[in-house]
């Protein structure tokens, strides 16, 4: 049974920093593209960074430049840097795992089968 688990949100101030982490058991880490999305209040959920198995990256052209994706292998974790945040970047932040999905693929939700459960991430100005 593959598990996903989020942490590491909480509240900051316009222009402060978050480290977002995202364990996922169950499947084998190196093998699955894996990604972050976001849903802020009353909006659709959409992509925010995502690294394939190439460790190819993509950003969402919102964050370009303010955040950062990496992973750890050993410990099978994923993570996000949030830098220079803005009240914009508020929302319930997701983690997600595809077996097939590559960079120079669109944010499609339904290439990601498994999902966690969120954490949120509140920034005032």
């Known amino acids: 049974q593959v598990t996903v688990v989020e942490s590491g949100g909480g509240s900051v101030q316009a222009g402060g920093s978050l480290t977002l982490s995202c364990t996922i058991s169950?499947?084998?880490?190196?093998?699955?593209?894996m990604g972050w999305f976001r849903q802020a209040p009353e909006k659709e959920r959409e992509g925010v960074a995502a690294?394939?198995?190439?460790?190819?990256?993509k950003f969402a052209d919102s964050v370009k430049g303010r955040f950062t994706i990496s992973k750890d292998v050993a410990k099978n974790t994923l993570y996000l840097e949030l830098r220079n945040l803005k009240p914009e970047d508020t929302g319930m932040y997701y983690c997600?795992?595809?077996?097939?999905?590559?960079?120079?693929?669109?944010?499609?939700?339904?290439?990601?089968?498994?999902w966690g459960q969120g954490t949120q991430v509140t920034v005032s100005s």
């Open positions: 997600a795992a595809s077996w097939n999905w590559r960079c120079g693929d669109t944010w499609e939700e339904r290439d990601f089968g498994f």
């Open positions: 169950g499947l084998s880490f190196d093998g699955y593209a």
């Open positions: 690294m394939d198995t190439a460790v190819s990256t």
